[in-house]
């Protein structure tokens, strides 16, 4: 599966964005997804998971309920709402995903898509 990850830009803190993964190449509805993101000069880091059917989410704590995680299987999509953005939310953003039936969330992955940067400005 090829994914294809958008709707990065420049916003003030406070503001909101949402994040695209799009997905071709492969039924999209079989895959688990994440969403990572890496900070200038630090490691990359989990930031939300959604299992293949959608009934299951995760997040990680510096994120929890300000981003919300959404797929819509029929247009092989996972969305990441992001809302009350602040600096420390500026990173690239990544979408991975993982072929796994599983009401769990998995945390590896071994599809990945190119970045959208996300800059937070204060």
């Known amino acids: 599966v090829q994914l294809q990850a958008s709707g990065g830009g420049l916003v003030q803190a406070g503001g909101s964005l949402r994040l695209s993964c799009a997905a071709s190449?492969?039924?999209?509805?079989?895959?688990?997804v994440g969403w990572f993101r890496q900070a200038p000069g630090k490691e990359r880091e989990f930031v939300a998971a959604i299992n293949w059917r959608g009934s299951n989410t995760h997040y990680a704590d510096s994120v929890k309920g300000r981003f919300t995680i959404s797929r819509d299987n029929a247009k092989n999509a996972v969305y990441l709402q992001m809302n009350s953005l602040k600096p420390e939310d500026t990173a690239v953003y990544y979408c991975a995903a993982r072929r796994i039936y599983s009401d769990y969330i998995t945390y590896q992955y071994n599809y990945w898509g190119q970045g959208t940067l996300v800059t937070v400005s204060s």
């Open positions: 190449g492969r039924t999209f509805s079989s895959y688990a």
